[in-house]
């Protein structure tokens, strides 16, 4: 039997490297996908490659898609990231890109069909990213629908059985879970990087949301975060609010 | 009451200048969107501009994209194009672009969210592109859903009635009605272009899938096609097989 193939979007974050880590495990040929999208944070990218060339993926494509075309969201345009927002509003944060997972998983669809992939691995949490639609689990089943409509794969694939599959493991996990489920799989978190607005030298700001969940995360997992931050004083206080 | 608005796919073709006419004569302020996707047909691109102001959109955005990433059709590859194909064939043909219209309509949905539009128009035919598995009912159905669930308009819409409409006037016509219905509404088709292999000057080739289905739609429209073709004695000749 050939070794089964996935392809597994791959941000640079603490969610994608343990989301790689677990399809490693399962014996996965992993085709890993990038996206440069006009954001701020070409670090994640860096961050990308590291961890991509650690688990010797067969192949990591980048591909280039300009959203700003688009604008709408603070990743992607002027507006300013938000700090030191409170985290468990139900409103959908202005960091929110238009469509983005979407596009996201079009992309890792197109990847999957010419590579003979059978499923898709792609980090989305339902709890810590409560606020953004396309991070909820009545989303990924639609798309894996569309998924299978949409290409040789389906159409040719067994009736009733998804010849794709969207595979979300992370979706129903805490921070905590995430990093407790990687630190026993060996992730090293140092290599990852998840801040929305880092410094020059790559270093997290430590108060933007997606610093705020990932410090929240190491002190409930009670382990204390191995990645670069501006200041160290952040890092020391790290449960927020 | 605001005006309606709806992004609308234009490639250029014929079947989206049709469409274009459609939503215009429908009373919609449009949003043109075309895409760069590393094909060799940039002529197709120059047809959307022309079309475009022609029909005075709100707005036009190509959007790059490089689809050669994924490899896999003789649109975007070295697959030579195929000429004097069987049109009646069930097969997928190589041109097939991986995933395309799910890519497309992705980009759709992120301009439609940014911009408050409620319908996306796609110029789908399910009839003369059976081959292609994303361009069923189906599929666009499935895609619906995903819009609507992918959306802060969905999220934020009423129970029951989608935020977000996909509309595909023209899935169930043959070439021959879609021309007749772009005729009634006062289109000229001499400003567009289908080939999938045009020659440097932007004249068509009369010979690939694209051409022989437009040709043999104008032959039993019994009208001529006023598009500029490589050799005239293809036009002349015009019913293929």
Do not use: W
């Not at 069909?113 to 639609?142: K, Q």
């Not at 040789?152 to 794709?164: F, Q, T």
């Amino acid at each position: 039997m050939p070794q089964k193939r996935c392809v597994l979007l791959l941000s640079g974050g603490l969610d994608s490297a343990t989301l790689l880590a677990l399809a490693t495990s399962e014996g996965y040929l992993v085709h890993a996908l990038s996206f440069r999208y006009g954001q701020r944070h070409a670090t994640e990218l860096k961050a990308a490659e590291k961890i991509a060339r650690h688990y010797q993926v067969v192949q990591h494509v980048t591909a280039e898609i300009d959203l700003r075309v688009f604008g709408g969201s603070a990743l992607t345009s002027d507006i300013p990231v938000p700090r030191r927002r409170d985290l468990d509003t139900a409103e959908i944060p202005v960091t929110y890109v238009p469509a983005r997972n979407t596009i996201f998983l079009s992309y890792a669809l197109a990847l999957a069909e010419t590579r003979g992939a059978t499923d898709i691995f792609i980090g989305v949490n339902a709890l810590d990213y409560s606020g953004y639609p396309d991070c909820r689990p009545e989303f990924i089943e639609a798309f894996e629908k569309v998924a299978n409509l949409a290409t040789r794969a389906g159409v040719e694939g067994k009736v009733g059985e998804p010849a794709i599959r969207i595979r979300t493991p992370l979706i129903g996990l805490t921070k905590a879970e995430i990093i407790r489920l990687g630190k026993s799989l060996g992730v090293d978190y140092a290599m990852t990087t998840s801040c929305y607005d880092p410094s020059p030298a790559g270093e997290a700001c430590g108060e933007c949301d997606a610093c705020a969940l990932r410090l929240r995360g190491f002190a409930e997992a009670g382990l204390s975060d191995p990645a670069p931050y501006v200041a160290s004083e952040n890092v020391a206080s790290s449960s927020p609010t």
